[in-house]
């Protein structure tokens, strides 16, 4: 390689430092942001709230039917309004509140989530199986809110007249393990599959599914933060399967 090789080579990997740099800064002023507006707006909020309720219990009936129906809206926004701000909030918490990975036996780890959705599990007859798991390189509490959010939407969007049937399980790639988790539910249509993971998008009104559209949002960043990918593959109608990867806990880079 001749010398005016290495010089442009030089350039060029100082040049992508850079950007990586500003990446991560700007990454990290992001976070920052998402984390002071949530956290600084919900002073105001409860303001809001307390007097709103207070205006409705003091002054309720008294007003005319309509100022009772206008407090009602404002006490229900307040209400959705401090939801929202909560999971933004959570949100920003998986960068900043993330504790070091260290070896995780995902086994155990899925018996505590289940143990923890015993009752969603119970109320819809669904039945949650796995195949035997590895050990990964994780944050514990985050890969356990993963496998939840996702087991938990498994039987939240199930098919009507059809019990849940959940199944997780794990195949290897080099230094990483993919997971699966897939369920029989409604299934989503592929031209959602990007938007479904974005910050409060949802394809389904309140009335029909409660929910503010954050889970799958946490579930990505999560998985990013632990270097790993995650997607959907679905049909709609017959069930959708979730992936993502993690680093093999007898891995060392
Ligand atoms: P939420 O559950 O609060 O709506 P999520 O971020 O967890 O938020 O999910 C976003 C959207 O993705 C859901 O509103 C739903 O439309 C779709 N979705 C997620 N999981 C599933 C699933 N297992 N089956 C079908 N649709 C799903």
């Known amino acids: 390689m001749g010398w005016q090789d290495i010089t442009e080579r030089k350039g060029a990997e100082k040049h992508l430092k850079e950007l990586v740099d500003n990446l991560a ?16 707006l919900q002073e105001p909020l409860r303001t809001v709230s307390s007097f709103s309720q207070l205006l409705a219990r003091r002054y309720g009936g008294q007003l005319g039917q ?4 206008f407090i009602a809206f404002i006490v229900g926004g307040a209400a959705r309004m401090q939801t929202l ?3 933004l909030l959570a949100f920003s918490r998986v960068g900043t509140r993330g504790k070091a990975l260290a070896p995780v036996d995902a086994n155990d780890l899925l018996k505590l989530v289940i143990a923890n959705l015993e009752a969603a599990i119970a109320d819809n007859h669904a039945e949650v199986t796995s195949d035997p798991l590895p050990q990964v390189m994780a944050d514990k509490t985050q890969l356990a809110q993963v ?15 059809r ?7 794990a195949a290897r790639n080099k230094h990483e393990w993919e997971f699966s988790v ?16 974005v910050i409060f998008q949802r394809l389904h009104g309140l009335d029909k599914y409660p929910g503010t559209g954050i889970g799958l949002a946490i579930c990505k960043k999560i998985v990013e933060r632990h270097g790993g990918r995650m ?9 959708s399967t979730f992936f993502f990867t993690l680093p093999a806990a007898d891995y060392s880079p």
């Open 25 to 40: 800064r700007s990454n990290r002023e992001l976070e920052q942001f998402a984390y002071v507006a949530s956290h600084d």
């Open 66 to 69: 309509d100022a009772d129906e």
């Open 85 to 87: 701000i909560n999971d």
């Open 147 to 161: 496998l939840q959010n996702l087991i938990g939407n498994a039987i939240k969007f199930r098919q009507a007249g």
């Open 163 to 169: 019990p849940p049937r959940i199944h997780i399980a």
């Open 182 to 197: 897939r369920d029989n539910g409604i299934g989503i249509d592929p031209q959602y599959f990007d938007r479904i993971f």
């Open 231 to 239: 997607r959907v593959e679905s049909t709609p109608d017959q069930g």
